[in-house]
């Protein structure tokens, strides 16, 4: 295990500061900013209502949306912390705009000096080439990250949480992005309705066979004011216990490769009175030491199980 524990900074995974530290040689953080996007899965382009389980005001920061620049939310930004920066243009669909917009946007993000580069939170129906182009064409100067929602492999599920897309426009986004020198991010849920353990694994050993660079995992937090809390309070599904994620997660983590960067191990919301289920009680800093002591007791670590086939196409 000596060897791993040196591959991963005394970890057992590879976290994203330690990527950006091995990048830039000193700690850079992602400042959130909201450009006022909106998202073609709620305006009717691909469909109303969202994706069942969206509420975005839960999982970003509050800002003055629509109020206040992109380049006046970084001053904000910098206020809180001190240093080095990726922008992330985090809240519904950020690559949802006429190519003019999207670039201005892009560059008055990058006028800070401290502003190392982009991160772009977006759909994967959401990104022509001429879209890949532009962040491409920052690549030179600019640390560039795409993140695309998929949350699941299975086409099934992506129609019962009302994607508004299936795996194969994802994939096609993907094989688009790769050797662009962006860099892809996945997010993905566990514990989504109708998925057993083994669907979701499977999601897992088919994005690790994929050419991205990083994942974003999530488990399955119901929030008020949405689709998927009514269908939880008419028990059509049940969310996941602590334990069933842990193991779960500590799955997750050993099939993917050891060179994925995994930003994000579990899901966040800002305001815990609006969070329906699951409520485990444990702050997000002893949720990540459990699973380090998991990792520990099953002398195990990421990509531990990388070359275990999938078992079958997704549906
Ligand atoms: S694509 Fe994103 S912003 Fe749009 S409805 Fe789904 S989760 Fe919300």
Known sequence: MDEISTNFNGKRYYTFNQFLRERFGCKVYKLPVDAGFTCPNRDGKVGYGGCTYCYNPSFSPPTLRGKISIYDQIQLGKKRKKGKFLVYFQPYTNTYAEIKTLKKLYDEALQDKNALGLCIGTRPDCV?????????????????????GLQSAHDRTLRLINRGHNFAQFED?????????????VHIILGLPGETREDMLETVRILSHLPINGVKIHHLQVIENTKMAEDYR???????????YLSLVVDVIELLPQNAVIQRLLG????????????????????????????????????????????????
């Open 128 to 148: 022509p080439d001429e879209v890949l182009s532009l962040l491409e064409s920052y690549t030179e100067k600019y640390h560039i990250w795409v993140e695309y």
């Open 173 to 185: 986004a993907v094989y688009r992005t790769a050797g662009r020198n962006i860099f892809i991010c």
């Open 234 to 244: 008419e028990g059509k599904f049940n969310t996941l216990s602590f334990d069933e």
């Open 268 to 315: 966040d919301v800002l305001d815990e009175s609006i969070l329906v289920s699951p409520r485990w009680n444990l702050k997000k800093h002893e949720i990540l030491s459990c699973i380090d002591k998991e990792l520990v007791r099953k002398d195990s670590y990421q990509g531990a199980r990388y070359h275990e086939q999938t078992t079958d196409k997704p549906c």
